[in-house]
């Protein structure tokens, strides 16, 4: 008997005999419900027999049959109301399991449980309940295969990726038929979230409105994605509206995970806790560094993969910088807690960023992951991994500390069809089309591809995405375009210098420019003018309205 927890509530499992009873009630169980017909297998014991056992350990035992297939609305009310009048927790059983979780399943969703929370849990358990979306995205009611909308092209997100993918099409077929799916009022430029808590970009200048950015002509619902079927290509949208499409383009960022960080949501923007991966704290990290004048500013760094690898060190680069010229840094600890082992993750660009570690006097401390802060206390503790795997706790203190969450793919998409092992969106690195389901394409932060995650990556995606979309339609060229895996890094190691890294897969270094003009491997102001004075006008003007500045995509041979 393998018993697989559900919720607090509820836990399932296949068949179970009377002898397997004693063993519910030492798990502490305190009820049992059978949803398998009585005679549906030749070996199957009968549910009176396992009743009579389970009231002589003082069990409740209940009788729900339900038909393998024909799971109804009746069932999963009857199911609910069991759980509700039953003392809790619950085992409930059937030939394998699925019934019984699609009984919950449809019950949650009509008591108005969020699909994805509701797929995750299943899925958490062994248990696949995409094939029954639609049902429990409809409140556990059977839902009608209706159509609420149509698009040749659906995108399902409005961010850097998503807006940049539709121009991109358009500038090759303005006559496509795109929509966007988005529930987003604001788009965010959020490379210049490092210069707002640098104290250099003012934050207003990082925000537009999303309808000022939706391309002519393309169409946009401004409603959250709740579930995929690819296999019908539609789209669930929350309240059981259904899109279909043609092609399918997921564009949906990740997840910034502050639950993942025991008491961090309760201090975020107070008690000198901060972070640049937010558009209301950045300014609060600026504030914090001009008014640090002596103690201990902590940095720190979550496992990958993140977005913008670099921009945990950026912080701690621009706020020592400006501890340096105010001449408070002799007075200042600064101590960066990373959970990888390296500064940075390709090699060339290590020497010139640990020149100004060692300018900074930072303390590196590698294999550390912050699991849990007191805001209050001025207390952080991390896991630290030692060189034979074990782990242990490390408690320090702080004044101020700039936190990077840790980082997962958006729920709705780690519990999709479409989803790898890891939950991203399961793409080939290359061409960027879907593994398993044709006329399904990712790009940027929610696809599986192993570059590194940057506004520059999703750049160079976007055009390749359009252009293998256009030609499996049937409006493109012979060739595909195909991705190296470019990525961009503008680490800012101080105010008016930049360390432009740029590199594919492998760690294959990719300049933009000649070496004369900017050698990336060391610091460069010509490369802050870059991420300064060009880099917001070629992402507003460029990027997200098809022009594809450098960034034309290669062809396969």
Same mark, same amino acid.
């Given at each position: ?56 350990? #003082? ?157 002519? #002509? ?50 975020? #923007? ?173 790009? $940027? ?28 339609? $049937? ?9 190296? #895996? ?72």
């Amino acid at each position: 008997m393998e018993i697989k927890r559900i919720d607090d509530r509820l836990s399932v499992s296949a068949q179970i005999g009377p002898d397997d009873v004693p063993a519910v009630a030492a798990a502490g169980f305190r009820s049992i419900i059978a949803n398998r017909p009585d005679g549906e297998g030749g070996d199957q014991p009968d549910f009176a027999a396992i009743a009579a056992e389970a009231d002589r350990l #003082g069990l409740k035992a209940a009788y729900l049959p339900v038909t393998s297939g024909k799971v109804g609305d009746d069932e999963a009310i009857a199911f609910d109301r069991l759980l509700n009048e039953l003392p809790g927790p619950a085992l409930a059983y059937c030939r394998t399991g699925t019934r019984s979780t699609t009984l919950w399943s449809l019950a949650q969703g009509a008591a108005g449980t969020p699909l994805p929370d509701i797929l995750r849990a299943a899925k958490a358990a062994g248990y696949d309940m995409n094939g029954v979306a639609r049902r429990i995205a409809n409140k556990g009611k059977v839902a009608m295969d209706v159509v609420d909308a149509h698009a040749e092209v659906v995108i399902v997100g409005g961010g850097a990726a998503g807006i940049a993918v539709a121009a991109s099409l358009k500038a090759r077929k303005p006559d496509l038929d795109i929509a966007i799916i988005d529930p987003a009022e604001v788009h965010y430029y959020q490379p210049g979230w490092t210069m707002v808590g640098g104290g250099v970009f003012d934050p207003a200048s990082t925000a537009k409105t999303m309808a000022s950015l939706i391309p002519p #002509g393309v169409r946009w619902f401004k409603a959250a994605v709740a579930a995929f079927e690819p296999a019908k290509n539609a789209v669930i949208l929350e309240g059981c509206r259904v899109v279909t499409y043609r092609a399918l383009v997921v564009a949906a960022g990740l997840k910034l995970d502050w639950a993942g960080i025991e008491g961090l949501q309760e201090t975020l #923007g107070r008690n000198g806790v901060t972070s640049n991966y937010r558009y209301d704290l950045a300014p609060y990290t600026w504030e914090l560094v001009q008014s640090l004048k002596r103690g201990r500013a902590v940095f720190t760094q979550p496992p990958m993969p993140i977005k913008c690898a670099g921009a945990p060190q950026k912080a701690l680069y621009l706020s020592a910088d400006h501890w340096h010229r105010q001449g408070r840094l002799n007075d200042i600890r600064i101590d960066f807690f990373n959970a990888g082992a390296v500064l940075f993750g390709v090699k060339d660009y290590v020497p010139a960023l640990m020149a100004y570690i060692e300018r900074y006097g930072a303390a590196l401390r590698f294999q550390h992951r912050l699991t849990r802060i007191d805001g209050a206390r001025r207390r952080a503790w991390f896991a630290r991994t030692e060189a034979d795997g074990s782990t242990s706790t490390v408690e320090t203190e702080f004044d101020m500390i700039h936190v990077v969450p840790p980082q997962v793919a958006p729920d709705f998409v780690r519990v999709s069809p479409l989803a790898d092992a890891s939950g991203w969106i399961d793409v080939d690195q290359g061409t960027l089309r879907h593994k398993s389901f044709a006329g399904v394409y990712a790009l $940027g932060d929610v696809s599986s591809t192993p570059n590194a995650k940057t506004a520059a990556a999703a750049r160079k995606q976007a055009p390749i995405v359009a252009h293998n979309l256009l030609r499996d339609l $049937g409006h493109g060229a012979a060739a595909d375009a195909i991705y190296d #895996g470019y990525g961009s890094c503008p680490l800012t190691v101080e105010r008016g210098k930049i360390v432009l890294a740029e590199f594919g897969y492998g760690g294959k270094l990719l300049p933009s420019f000649p070496a004369w003009l900017i050698d990336g491997r060391k610091p460069s102001h010509l490369a802050w003018l870059l991420k300064e004075r060009m880099l917001p006008p070629i992402y507003w003007k460029a990027m997200l309205r098809g022009r594809e500045w450098l960034a034309r995509p290669e062809l396969a041979a």
